[in-house]
């Protein structure tokens, strides 16, 4: 069942979305090559407990981490680990922080040193298809509305490979609540969307084909032909005309042009 949200909920996780948000940024301004996941997770973990809230991820369904980090050819729930990150690495960081009683859910792919126009490319349109899903999140619209504007972009428009066994989600008192928010879709399908409706609208991105395998930790999720994947998120709630974005990228991006270490379009 679909739970909606009072204006007093959708304030409380807006304030645990801009914390995941700020954890991001945090990383953003950090990461370097060199460093390694678990570093990144354990510094995540900090800055969240810090700011008063539990990281969301941390023993959900037995995830024995607070970020999910996937690099390269890792699509989504990467475990942390002791490899050191390198110059050209695409790193994913998913995130989400439990305060109030209500969590916040966000992602973002960070480019480590110099990338090829074709991974940069990626980036950008995974980035502004989760931009077109929002713009589509809208009161009287339908779930399959955001889903066709992001498959549309990424699948029909660039020929990526748009991931079908995972999918964003309902969030509130629960990191996972109904509706499910999947990438592909058909327009005009699905639940209808309505005011007080809070969402993570996540797509997750293949540079080639869609298919995935699973390795042998049974979390981490890799593209089959291993070229590299990007994932961005937002937790939104819908709204009659424009959707809230309750997370927020500025402070990432922000972060993102001062770190040397990364890369950054312009
Ligand atoms: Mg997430
Ligand atoms: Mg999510």
């Not at 008063?52 to 607070?66: D, H, L, R």
């Not at 050819?73 to 729930?77: G, I, N, Q």
């Not at 974005?245 to 990228?249: A, G, H, W």
């Given at each position: 069942m679909i739970y909606y949200k009072t204006s007093a909920e959708v304030e409380l996780i807006r304030e645990s979305s801009l914390l995941v948000s700020k954890t991001l940024a945090h990383v953003a301004s950090v990461i370097k090559p060199g460093m390694t996941t678990i570093q990144i997770d354990e510094l995540a973990e900090t800055f969240i407990r810090d700011h008063?809230?539990?990281?969301?991820?941390?023993?959900?369904?037995?995830?024995?981490?607070?970020c999910c980090i996937s690099v390269n050819?890792?699509?989504?729930?990467g475990f942390p680990n002791d490899r050191p990150l390198r110059d050209g690495d695409i790193v994913s960081v998913d995130v989400g922080a439990y305060k109030n009683g209500f969590h916040g859910d966000s992602a973002y792919t960070f480019a480590l040193g110099t990338i090829t126009d074709e991974v940069s490319q990626l980036l950008e349109v995974t980035k502004t298809s989760l931009y077109l899903g929002i713009e589509k999140a809208?009161?009287?619209?339908?779930v399959g509305d955001i889903s066709f504007a992001i498959q549309e972009y990424a699948?029909?428009?660039?020929?990526y490979g748009v991931v079908r066994e995972l999918v964003g989600h309902g969030l509130g008192r629960h990191l996972h609540e109904e509706p499910q928010v999947p990438n592909y879709g058909k327009r005009g399908s699905g639940a209808k969307l309505k005011d007080g409706l809070v969402i993570a609208i996540e797509p997750m991105i293949?540079?080639?084909?869609?298919e995935v395998w699973y390795e042998e930790d049974g979390w981490t999720v890799k593209t089959k032909d291993g070229l590299p994947a990007a994932h961005f998120e937002h937790t939104i709630c819908v709204r009659r005309g424009k959707a809230d974005?309750?997370?927020?990228?500025e402070d990432i991006e922000a972060a993102e042009k001062a770190n040397p270490n990364l890369f950054t379009k312009n």
């Open positions: 008063g809230a539990v990281p969301s991820f941390k023993n959900y369904k037995g995830f024995p981490f607070t050819d890792a699509v989504v729930h809208v009161a009287g619209n339908r699948e029909k428009k660039f020929k293949n540079m080639g084909v869609k974005i309750l997370s927020n990228f």
